[in-house]
């Protein structure tokens, strides 16, 4: 079975900080994609990857980034955390011949 | 501008009836179609795909039917289940590079099958 672990199921912070999420999948997937899911809004695109330190924009880039150092792993930043980041974020892999993506269990995070 | 829409957020069914679930799309060049099924505080999770050269696709009780000339597709259940209750997001793969395969969500129904 695949696996895409998210580091935290949910998340508290403040205004301003710097935030990390991180996420790690066991299928030696080529790609890697950041999603956040908000009520009426559906899942949205932040970032995706489709190899080691290459990283592509999504459709809601602003305010994020992203890092891949390492294939197994994606990490989404949060530069200055702002309460409208407020949502639920879902990471995702997927190998470059299918099109199916293996979700995570998402990271709920509140920014107060 | 949302290339994927799911008009409808909230469906609800009764245990053993059918429950038929719509998506519509925009863009012409999407060549791939899934169906995922999400719960509360968990990722969504794969439930049935169907490519654009064909107009059905069945899996047990989900199958699947595409219009590509009305842009139109949609889930059905049968029969619908408890446990079916879920979110339901429609998905169109968008090719990216020709190594990439980026998914476009919709914006999700929410299904709630009565006892």
């Known amino acids: ?112 | 501008d949302q290339q994927v829409k799911q008009n409808s957020p909230s469906l609800s069914v009764q245990e053993g009836r059918i429950s038929i679930l719509n998506c519509d799309y925009t863009n012409s060049m999407f060549d791939y179609f899934l169906w995922y099924k999400k719960y509360p505080a968990e990722g969504p999770t794969f439930l049935i795909s169907i490519s654009s050269i064909k107009d059905k696709n069945e899996d047990g009780r989900f199958t699947v039917f595409l219009n590509k000339s009305a842009k139109h597709l949609s889930l059905h259940i049968v029969p619908s289940q408890p446990g079916d209750s879920a979110v339901y997001f429609c998905a169109a793969r968008a090719a990216y590079g020709g190594a990439t395969n980026k998914l476009i969500f919709g914006t999700g129904t929410l299904l709630a099958v009565q006892p």
């Open chain 1, 1 to 112: 079975d695949v696996k895409v672990t998210q580091s935290s199921r949910y998340l508290v912070k403040r205004t301003g900080e710097k935030v990390f999420l991180e996420c790690v999948q066991d299928m030696d997937h080529e790609n890697m994609f950041w999603y956040r899911q908000d009520p009426g809004l559906g899942l949205r695109l932040i970032y995706f990857s489709y190899d080691v330190k290459m990283k592509e924009k999504g459709d809601i880039p602003e305010g994020y980034s992203v890092s891949r150092e390492k294939k197994e792993r994606f990490s989404l930043i949060l530069e200055s955390a702002s309460t409208n980041q407020t949502s639920m974020y879902l990471c995702a892999s997927s190998p470059p011949s299918r099109v199916l993506a293996f979700f995570g269990q998402g990271t709920r995070l509140t920014v107060v």
